[in-house]
């Protein structure tokens, strides 16, 4: 059974850092990119960051490109996103999804993953 396990969440103050880690299981991680997602209340969900877990190729949306990294441990089958210089606007319920490699994962496109996490809450806020 495939299945993607989200953790790491939590209320921080602008300026502060987490790790939101994904475990996956069911399926190995080098033969799938794996991508964060975030949707904010009354906000469509938006794509944040992929990593190819072949090559560890990455991608990045502008809006967080320089604070966040995405990175892997294929050994423990997670995924990380370490999210530093946090602003108010990061405030969202944080996802992770899988995706085939021969996909066009880099499009950060809800219509290319198949499986999604339950999600993970990040609040920003003084």
């Known amino acids: 059974q495939v299945q993607l396990v989200e953790s790491g969440g939590g209320l921080v103050q602008p300026g502060g850092s987490l790790r939101l880690s994904c475990a996956v299981s069911?399926?190995?991680?080098?033969?799938?990119?794996i991508a964060w997602f975030r949707q904010a209340p009354g906000k469509e969900r938006e794509g944040v960051s992929c990593?190819?877990?072949?090559?560890?190729?990455?991608c990045y949306a502008d809006s967080v490109k320089g604070r966040f990294t995405i990175s892997r441990d294929n050994g423990k089958n997670t995924v990380y996103l370490q999210m530093n210089s946090l602003k108010p606007e990061d405030t969202a319920v944080y996802y992770c999804?899988?995706?085939?490699?021969?996909?066009?994962?880099?499009?950060?496109?809800?219509?290319?993953?198949?499986?999604w996490g339950q999600g993970t809450q990040v609040t920003v806020s003084s």
């Open positions: 069911g399926f190995t991680l080098e033969n799938y990119a």
């Open positions: 990593i190819s877990g072949s090559s560890g190729d990455t």
């Open positions: 999804a899988t995706a085939p490699l021969d996909r066009d994962y880099h499009r950060l496109s809800v219509l290319i993953y198949d499986v």
